[in-house]
């Protein structure tokens, strides 16, 4: 019966950890006003024929607070890297000097700055939601064991207070992310 009760745990802990993750990376693709190769991370480049990631192609580096440079390994493959950069629509365009590619990141306006401090906190809302869609399976699993009678009132009550601690924990760790993603678009 405990073996059951900590399977429930362990997906419903799975499942918080993902939610968490998920919200993580996607902040890490949010332009803040500074230069950042995660960026980059979701444009597909055609790279004969297959769609290949550009770090898969390229060096990113960041030489100034908001300038990315990307130098492709395969110089033919540069009009590609540029045309899905450009493709990619991730609001800034590509300058291409022949043998790199520099992203210059604007600096963002008060009315960008909220836009995306928006954005932050919707996806910290979506994150959340999934983690009360963890805690809700968990809690129809353990009133299942209550209803076969593999749990007795008290044991479900105990178990219920742990999974409440287990989620406060993971949405207190969500808005303390979307809290410093919040603070670090705001900095001018």
């Not at 419903?12 to 803040?32: F, G, S």
């Not at 479900?156 to 207070?161: D, L, T």
Request: charge should be negative; include cysteine; aromatic fraction near 4%.
């Amino acid at each position: 019966m405990n073996e059951m009760v900590d399977e429930i745990f362990s997906s419903c802990k799975d499942d918080l950890e993902k939610a968490y993750l998920h919200q993580q990376n996607e902040y890490l693709v949010i332009r803040a006003g500074r230069a950042n190769p995660h960026i980059l991370d979701k444009v597909m480049v055609e790279y004969y024929g297959v769609p290949t990631p550009i770090v898969q192609m390229a060096t990113i580096t960041v030489s100034e607070a908001r300038i990315l440079n990307i130098s492709v390994w395969d110089a033919s493959q540069i009009k590609n890297v540029e045309k899905a950069i450009t493709a990619a629509d991730i609001g800034i365009t590509p300058n291409n000097d022949g043998k790199t590619i520099r992203l210059v990141f604007p600096q963002l306006t008060e009315e960008r700055r909220k836009e995306i401090v928006k954005q932050v906190k919707k996806i910290c809302e979506e994150s959340k939601i999934a983690m009360r869609n963890a805690r809700r399976d968990a809690l129809d699993m353990l009133k299942d064991l209550k209803k076969d009678s593999l749990l007795s009132e008290d044991e479900f009550a105990s178990c219920e207070k742990d999974v409440q601690k287990l989620i406060d924990k993971y949405t207190d760790l969500a808005d303390s992310e979307a809290d410093a993603k919040e603070q670090e678009v705001m900095k001018v």
